[in-house]
């Protein structure tokens, strides 16, 4: 003892402690009070001379942008209506030429941004010629004309006018030219840095009969449209396709898609690829009509969607919103970008939900899903699917991860509901895994299907993770361009096909049988089939 205490460096014989122990606490406290100072004084600093001015310099840069782009948006009005902005002729060829070239600086510049902002790390093939679409009728003659279910009976007939006046009137009737029933609605307009869009009218038309044909005609000009109404009962079938763009292989996949009769199209977001670029809205609309005016068009929002842009504050979604508006408020949704609606007479219950919307526990989408599955009575309603943009499940290298958050914050909302199938795209490829909870394999949790292969600008990805944590819960997996078909035969069966693009046909490439959440546990299930892939 005696000697460990001699050797003790810290404390003398008599328990006192050393002088030059005693200096070196002292000056490590002094260093601490020393550093909490300089941290302080730093937090000052970068308040006074970073935090403030970049407050200021972009207070300034609004009102600066304000003060510039509001005179040329002011010509762009003036000149479109075919007057003067001047009043002289010089004075306004001048002021043109400003304005066009404000027009164009602003409009690449935002590209590029919106470009650098959504760069991704997976290197994809050289992306697919855009398809444009010509709109070449008169200024009141309807454009982008499209379709979507509103409550048991009602259709929303949706389109785009050039002339900002014309009305928001549909006729209709069973037989061609021959309208029995009208009915009224109303526009809207919106803009985007120097883009105005035309007239968007929305009408709500009916009660209509299931399962019938309507020819209908929009604003009392241009073309006779018709459509088939969805079901009342059972089967029905679902067209299911993600990031469609207007691409070549857009045009392939829509062409295969009618190739077939189908009741209902599903679509889980990025669907012009507009990307500020808002003529490319007005062009996809054109390019879809075919299908979209003919056959209920469902569809959410993805990353795609968004569009907002920094400092100049445009509000997300303004054209989505605009354009394609859903039945948020007869599902009791706060927002167009998440709602439900029923098929089939109830017997499909079909929840569309938003990747980019808030989804934590206590967000309104969380309540609002609580609240929408509640209400689900399973033994009225037997099929539950949900769609979302950004997939839970993904072994593709392609945006790994990004659907984590709202995994973790939702799944078990939808496993406690008994979910049967939920679809998601944002992935470019195609992708089936089996029936899953929290990461394990699950005969009570939903199938998980990626389907964003629809034939979007930035090209296919194409590697998948061989030793990914979930390879072993992926049943089907391949990257090539297609559409999926679920149709829901009876209560308790339905069957899934995914159709890959391949030369003149849809071929099937993946098929597997569901069997209902809630069926009864002795009806057996047919075996899964798998054409091709990895």
């Known amino acids: 003892m005696e000697a460990a205490a001699a050797s003790s ?52 840069v609004k009102v600066a942008f304000s003060l510039v782009n509001g005179p040329c948006l002011r010509y762009m009005d003036q000149a479109a209506l075919g007057r003067s902005y001047t009043g002289t002729f ?107 869009s035309g007239a968007i009218h929305h009408v709500t038309i009916g009660p209509l009969e299931p399962s019938t044909a309507y020819y209908y005609r929009c604003g009392k000009a241009g073309d006779e449209f018709g459509l088939r109404t969805p079901p009342a009962a059972l089967p029905i079938e679902f067209v299911v396709v ?3 763009g207007q691409t070549g292989w857009t045009a392939s996949t829509l062409s295969h898609i009618g190739g077939a009769d189908y009741d209902m199209l599903l679509l889980p977001g990025d669907l012009s690829y507009a990307d500020t670029r808002q003529p ?53 949704s ?46 009225r309603t037997p099929w539950l699917v949900v769609l979302l943009h950004a997939p839970w499940y993904n072994t593709n290298q392609a945006h790994q991860g990004e659907g984590e958050r709202m995994r973790r914050a939702m799944e078990h909302l939808l496993y406690d509901a008994r979910v049967d199938v939920v679809f998601a795209g944002h992935v470019h490829a195609y992708e089936r895994f089996t029936r899953i909870y929290d990461n394990e394999a699950d005969n009570r949790g939903p199938m ?32 090539s361009f297609g559409h999926g078909r679920l149709r829901i035969l009876n209560e308790m069966s339905a069957v899934w096909t995914w159709h890959r693009n391949h030369d003149e046909h849809a071929t099937v490439g993946d098929e597997v049988w569901l069997e209902s959440l809630t069926a009864k546990p002795s009806i057996a299930t047919p075996a899964a089939r798998h054409v091709g892939g990895l």
């Open 9 to 60: 460096p810290v404390r003398r014989r008599d328990g006192t402690r050393k002088p030059h122990v005693i200096f070196v606490i002292r000056a490590l406290l002094l260093m601490c009070k020393i550093a909490r100072v300089v941290a302080a004084l730093i937090r000052v600093l970068y308040h006074v001379a970073v935090a403030v001015p970049v407050k200021s310099l972009l207070g300034a």
């Open 90 to 196: 010089f004075g306004d060829l001048l002021a043109g030429a400003m304005a066009h070239s404000w027009r164009l600086l602003v409009q690449g510049l935002t590209s590029l941004m919106f470009l650098c902002a959504h760069a991704d790390e997976y290197v994809r093939p050289p992306p697919s010629p855009l398809v444009l679409v010509a709109h070449d009728k008169p200024a009141s003659h309807p454009q982008q004309v499209h379709i979507s279910v509103v409550g048991e009976n009602n259709m929303r007939i949706s389109w785009v006018t050039d002339d900002r006046s014309a009305p928001s009137v549909v006729e209709y009737g069973k037989s061609p030219g021959k309208y029995t029933a009208s009915a009224t609605g109303g526009r809207t307009t919106y803009r985007y840095f120097f883009y105005k």
């Open 242 to 244: 993600g990031d469609l």
């Open 280 to 332: 490319l809205w007005d062009s996809w609309g054109r390019l879809v009509q075919p299908q979209a005016s003919a056959r209920p068009w469902m569809v959410t929002e993805g990353n795609h969607e968004v569009e907002a842009l920094p400092v100049v504050e445009f509000a997300p979604f303004a054209a989505y919103n605009a354009r394609w508006r859903m039945p948020h408020e007869e599902s009791s």
């Open 334 to 379: 706060p927002s167009n970008l998440y709602y439900s609606f029923d098929a089939a007479g109830g017997a499909a219950h079909v929840a569309m939900l938003g990747s980019y919307a808030g989804f934590e526990e206590g967000s309104e989408q969380y309540r609002w899903l609580e609240r929408d599955l509640a209400r689900v009575d399973r033994r």
């Open 448 to 479: 998980y299907i990626t389907i964003g292969d629809g034939g979007n600008r930035e090209g296919l990805a194409l590697k998948f993770i061989k030793n990914h944590k979930s390879a072993h819960l992926s049943v089907f997996r391949e990257a």
